[in-house]
Each structure stands twice: as structure tokens, then as C-alpha cells.
């Protein structure tokens, strides 16, 4: 039996509360509303961890950052961790990687055979936290305020060219797996790096929303104080007190990020295009890495457990699993088991340390009953953060701060902390139990310190002299391509045109 060609879409920071049944009805987003129509839908899903390279690690490999180490956005990604691409290239797959992946040390393949673009983001340990320093911001790469108060349009920046890039490749190569240059069954990732800030959209899109009744946030701006103690790291981290958000940088920034959702939208719908009208069959997957909080409560970016930061949208499109919403909640880190799922492909060797699982049977009417998990160990904290999402709760554990306890069902917004209400003590034992059966918080941060202090040695000593950087250097082989003397010519034209010629 032939395997399923697989397509993936993931997109970068796409807040999964915009999609409680696939795209809002008031975003403009024709072409992922028609894969949401024939996909199985996943409404509570949620990131391993709040930021790029620990979520999209984590989507690879099905292990959680403690487990994979990838525990910030400059902690090397290990090569003998497995990736879905190295299961289905092992089992005969083709798999290629157009666009993001935010890879960290000297192996930028991760088991893809082929890598069309370079990343939008460095390989090298430069981009280190250092626990050490609590407090301490680094300058030169830490986020802060400017991606709100420089909101509006803009018909190119760095990121556009890079996500405009991702999408010319992917399409290229649609159409050259249509050519049948190779038999394999393939699996295509195509990763953006949009709506990521800067909230900077092109003009088309942007006018898409003049009228947008969803321009501020649905919880306003708090007091610093009023804050839990983890959101007043994140505001400190960003340098809030530099500058002075007013109500249009909000309404602007949003704006630009709906505008980027659309121009997201055709990207992926020219990649759709190139599948239809070629007409090749494949299983399509669309996931982001994590969420944006979009000024609720006056938080921005990621980093957090709250709702906006972590969860993301998940659809899949597949034969062996029917259209439809799940209010299961699931996780990024259930990707690769449920690729290997629907391509028949065994994970068996490695599954007692995957902790990830098949979303096959939720999408065939099953249930399951796993709590969803999540950490969180990089800028903007001091000691490792998790979190459980089990049914309606959500509860959030870290040494340094006193417990979270959410009802999702009756506080959506997660306004009401009911980590201490004697009321709600049975709950808050039982999450806690299973948190601290799971988690052993000062070994994970004895982990993450020495991960991290081994980093700074590295990354100094690297940077002292000629520097060799790790970032991937795409090879255009240009005497394989178009027209050379070593090819018969009689052929050439007609083995390039899909469909061939008579």
C-alpha cells in the first residue's frame, strides 16, 4: 500500500483564540476557512513551550523541553534526538524544509533530506538567558515595546522578504515532486515566520480591516501591580517603562497582525494552488509554534501560560480522520506521533521516551484523557515554569511563585486565580500531584542552569577570533537546474512540463 504525501503548514506565534472552530468568521482568510471545512479541528490546542525554538522542538521530536533540553530560543537541538522527518525519511519518505525552524547548533537538517531557505533567525548561542542575572535585560536580542509603537504598514521589511521567499520555494518544489523526478512519498514542511512582530502589514491586507470591530483587546491594560509576578517579568524583560503605548499603537498593532494573518492566508493558498492543479494528494497539517498575547491584560508577545500565548491553532486534513471540532485539549508535541500515525510508520523504537501521542483516534470520535503539558525556561523567567491543562483546569506551578488555579469553562480569561480558595482545594491537590509526579522543578533547574552556563563558555570562546557560523547556506545547484550540456535536450522540455506532452 502506498504511503500519503504530507504537507505541513506552520505559521509563528498565531494566537489559537482566534480559531475556536478554524478562522473567525471576520478574518479574512479564504483559503485556510476552505482547509478548516475539510479538516479535523482542534480547538484547545496548545504549544510545548511559549516561544520559537523550545515549541518548534518540541513539534518535531513529540518531547517536551526538559526532555529534548531545547529549553530557550539558543539552546542546541541535539542530532540524536529523532524528528518526524527522520521516521518517515527512514521509512522511505523524501522530506523537505522550506522556511523557519529556528534550529540551534551545528545540525540545521534534523532529518530533512532537502533545505530550500536559510532561517530567519541565528544557529549559534547568542541569544542565551542567563538565570545568574536575574533581572538583567539583554540588550542586543531581548524583545522590547518598539514592534507595538512602530505598528502600521509596510510594503517590504526582513520578515516579508523571508516568508515571500518561503512560499516561492515551497510552490517550486510542488510542482517539481508533481515532475516525478522522484517516487518516493514526500513530506513538504513549509514554515512562516509571519504574523510574528514587527506588526508591520502590507497596505492590501492592512485595508482589509479598517472597519474591524476587534481592535483592542478583549481584557484592558492593568497596573504593573496588579499583575501575577511572571507577567511582571515578562513587562520588565520587555522594557515597558521606555515607552508609552497608546490606545492607536494597540489598535495598529492588532490590525497589522489580522493584515498578517491574511497575507498568510495566500501564501499558504499559492502552495494549495500548486497541490490542486497539479493533482496530487496530500495529507495537510497546520499548526503554529505558539501564540501572542496582543495587549491582553497589556502583555504582548509570548512567554506565558495565559491562553493568548499558548494556544495555537491545529487542523488536519486527512482521509483517516473526519471533519469536525475537538474541545479535547491537545498539544504541538502530538504532531510527530500522529504523522507517523496516519503514514503507517513505527515510532515503537523510541516511543517510551515520546511524550506525545496520536491524534488519529480523536479524530475517528475517540477520547483521551491525558493532561496537556507545559514548560517554560527561558527569558523572562528565573527558574523553569509549568503548566497543566486538564479538562476545564489550568494550573500553573513554578518555585519562585505561588500556584495558578483557572476554570476555563467559567473564566476564559483566566481573571480568577483559585489556586487558594478552600472551595477549590480537592482540584489544586490533585493537579498538584500529578504536576509534582511529573516534574521535579529544582532538578529541571539545575538542568537549565548548567545548560545554560556551559552556553556562555561556548559562545564566547566561539565568537574570540574566526568566527565559523552554523546558520544553513542553501545550495543552488545552477548546473542542475534549466538547461545544461549533460542533459539530452530531446527530453528536457517535456520531463519539465506537468502535464507532459504528447
Keep these: 500500500m502506498s504511503k500519503p504525501n504530507i504537507l505541513i503548514f ?20 479564504p483559503n485556510l476557512k476552505k482547509l478548516a471545512a475539510r479538516s479535523t479541528r482542534f480547538k484547545n490546542a496548545y504549544t510545548a513551550s511559549p516561544l520559537c525554538a523550545p515549541g518548534r522542538a518540541s513539534f518535531m521530536s513529540g518531547l517536551l523541553p526538559s526532555l529534548s533540553r531545547v529549553y530557550d530560543n539558543a539552546a542546541e537541538f541535539a542530532s540524536n534526538i529523532p524528528t518526524y522527518a527522520h521516521h518517515l525519511r527512514r521509512a522511505g519518505y523524501q522530506t523537505c524544509l522550506s522556511g523557519k525552524m529556528h534550529f540551534v547548533g551545528p545540525d540545521q537538517m534534523h532529518g ?31 524583545h522590547n515595546m518598539g514592534s507595538v509603537t512602530g505598528a502600521g504598514v509596510g510594503e517590504i521589511s526582513n520578515q516579508m522578504e523571508y516568508d515571500d521567499e518561503v512560499a516561492y520555494n515551497a510552490t517550486r518544489k510542488v510542482y517539481d515532486l508533481a515532475r516525478g523526478g522522484d517516487t518516493r512519498p514526500w513530506c513538504l514542511t513549509v514554515s512562516f515566520t ?62 497589522a497582525y489580522f493584515a498578517n494573518i491574511s497575507y498568510l492566508d495566500g501564501k499558504i493558498g499559492e502552495v494549495m494552488e500548486a497541490l490542486e492543479t497539479t493533482r496530487q494528494d496530500a495529507i495537510i497539517l497546520f499548526v503554529s509554534d505558539h501564540g501572542d498575547m496582543l495587549g491582553e491584560r497589556g502583555l504582548w508577545f509570548k512567554m506565558s501560560f495565559f ?83 486538564y479538562g476545564p483546569w489550568k494550573y500553573n506551578r513554578c518555585a519562585l511563585d505561588p500556584d495558578q488555579l483557572f476554570n476555563l469553562d467559567d473564566d476564559p480569561h483566566e481573571l480568577t486565580n483559585l489556586a487558594e480558595e478552600p472551595a477549590h482545594q480537592g482540584t489544586v491537590t490533585s493537579l498538584r500531584a500529578k504536576s509534582e509526579a511529573r516534574w521535579n522543578l529544582d532538578a529541571f533547574d539545575g538542568q537549565v542552569r548548567e545548560s545554560q552556563a556551559r552556553r556562555w ?45 504528447e
Excluded at 232 to 245: E, L, T, V
Excluded at 464 to 490: E, F, I, V
Design 10 to 29: 506552520m505559521v509563528d506565534q498565531l494566537n489559537g483564540t482566534f480559531f475556536p472552530d478554524g478562522p473567525a468568521d471576520w478574518l479574512h482568510a
Design 112 to 142: 530533512f533530506e532537502e533545505r530550500l531557505t536559510t532561517d530567519i533567525y541565528p544557529a549559534d548561542f547568542g541569544w542565551t538567558p542567563d538565570y545568574r542575572k536575574p533581572g538583567e535585560r539583554i540588550e542586543w536580542w531581548y
Design 194 to 255: 509571519h504574523p510574528h512582530d514587527p506588526y508591520v502589514a502590507r497596505r492590501k491586507y492592512w485595508d482589509l480591516y479598517e472597519d474591524c470591530e476587534h481592535l483592542l483587546p478583549d481584557v484592558p491594560a492593568m497596573d504593573y501591580e496588579d499583575h501575577d509576578n511572571h507577567s511582571k517579568r515578562i513587562f520588565d524583560a520587555n522594557d515597558w517603562r521606555a515607552f508609552n503605548i497608546t490606545e492607536d499603537d494597540i489598535k495598529n498593532s492588532r490590525r
Design 307 to 389: 491562553e493568548g500565548a499558548a494556544r495555537v491553532p491545529f487542523m488536519i486534513a486527512a482521509p483517516e480522520m473526519a471533519p469536525g471540532l475537538v474541545t479535547t485539549p491537545v498539544s504541538n508535541i502530538d504532531v510527530a506521533p500522529t504523522l507517523c500515525d496516519l503514514a503507517g510508520v513505527s515510532m515503537d523504537e523510541v516511543m517510551p521516551w515520546v511524550q506525545g501521542e496520536s491524534l488519529v483516534p480523536l479524530g475517528q470520535g475517540g477520547s483521551r484523557d491525558t493532561p496537556v503539558a507545559m514548560e517554560y525556561a527561558a527569558e523572562a523567567s528565573y527558574a523553569p515554569m509549568v503548566s497543566l491543562r
Design 457 to 501: 563558555v561556548v559562545y564566547e570562546a566561539l565568537r574570540n577570533g574566526d568566527y565559523y557560523p552554523w546558520d544553513y547556506q542553501p545550495l543552488q545547484k545552477a548546473s542542475k537546474r534549466y538547461m545544461r550540456n549533460h542533459m539530452n535536450l530531446d527530453n528536457l522540455e517535456n520531463d519539465k512540463r506537468f502535464p507532459r506532452g
